[in-house]
């Protein structure tokens, strides 16, 4: 009965493990078209300097609104782009839009916003025209310094020769890099210094309940100092309480992000967001 139970139980998985294998196909066709069929869509969260309480940049979250199945998440469908080669003409489209969403929020407010754009590893592997950044932005006449690259810890960890070289190319243009969801990866933190990075941004499993977990909170304190005393500024990832972003702004934490401030929101609700003071 035992070996029979086992046997049920293994046909069942493979069944369910086909569906999502075979949903998984289905997504991706249709994320072939997802651009030119124009579903896909960028948001954008505000970053606070909780020193001055305003917008200091925002990081662009791309949306995936499916015909029939409604907003897909990009936990996702990026992983599902990386897997059928999608995530480098997704990934350039992001970056032309959060390009001129930095244009326009920076001549709105009058100084330098800067848009966060998240690469994956996958991104850094092909070289072609469409994917050279800095030309475009050269090409468009837009500093670098209005695009902020981030990336996790993986890719620093053992980086191809082609990594380094993108990289050492983003530094010299004064692009900006920004470790994500810092201290859940490998935090081997000897490549810290090998490569230019300017901001940590602490991940969210820390922050979310740093009010309880003492643990957690030493965390976050003690990245902030080491960050600081590498030369690099700190933002906080997913700050939903007052009590969450006072601890953190205690902690020196020079930059947050989260629904405490605001969820990602369509670019004319960033720009309308620019004046605001965060923090009272
Ligand atoms: P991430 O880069 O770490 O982005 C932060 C995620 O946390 C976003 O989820 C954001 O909506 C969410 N978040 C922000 N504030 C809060 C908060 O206060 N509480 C909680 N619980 N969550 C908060 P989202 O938009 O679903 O994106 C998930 C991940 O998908 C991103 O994580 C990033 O790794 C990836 N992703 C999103 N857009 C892109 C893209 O254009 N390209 C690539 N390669 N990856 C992307
Ligand atoms: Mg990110
Ligand atoms: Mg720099
Ligand atoms: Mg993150």
């Known amino acids: 009965a035992a070996k029979q139970a086992g046997k049920n139980q293994f046909s069942y998985f493979t069944r369910e493990m086909d569906e999502r294998a075979h949903a998984r196909l289905q997504l991706s066709y249709e994320l072939r078209h997802a651009v030119e069929r124009n579903q896909l869509s960028l948001c954008y969260q505000p970053i606070i300097d909780l020193r001055t309480g305003v917008m200091a940049e925002a990081e662009a979250l791309v949306r995936w609104k499916h015909p029939s199945l409604g907003n897909i998440a990009p936990s996702l469908f990026v992983p599902i782009a990386e897997e059928c080669g999608l995530i480098n003409a997704i990934g350039n489209w992001v970056f032309q839009q959060a390009v001129g969403c930095s244009r326009r929020c920076s001549q709105h407010a009058k100084k330098l916003i800067p848009i966060g754009i998240n690469k994956s590893p996958l991104q850094f592997i092909r070289q072609d025209e469409e994917s050279d950044w800095l030309q475009y932005l050269e090409r468009m006449g837009i500093s670098a310094n209005s695009i902020i690259v981030e990336i996790t810890e993986g890719l620093l960890l053992h980086p ?49 309940d740093i009010e309880t977990n003492a643990s957690h909170r030493t965390i976050a304190e003690t990245i902030v100092i080491m960050a600081h005393r590498l030369g690099l500024e700190v933002i906080a990832e997913g700050i939903e309480t007052r009590c969450q ?36």
Do not use: W
């Open 160 to 208: 191809s020769s082609n990594v380094n070289k993108m990289l050492m190319q983003y530094a010299q243009s004064g692009m900006r890099l920004a470790i994500d969801d810092f201290g859940t990866g490998y935090s081997s933190m000897s490549y810290l210094h090998k490569f230019h990075i300017d901001y940590l941004k602490i991940d969210q499993s820390f922050v979310h």
């Open 245 to 280: 972003m006072e601890i953190l702004a205690q902690a020196g934490c020079d930059f947050g992000q989260g629904y405490y401030f605001s969820k990602p929101v369509p670019e004319r609700e960033l720009l309308d967001m620019l004046p605001r003071q965060f923090i009272h």
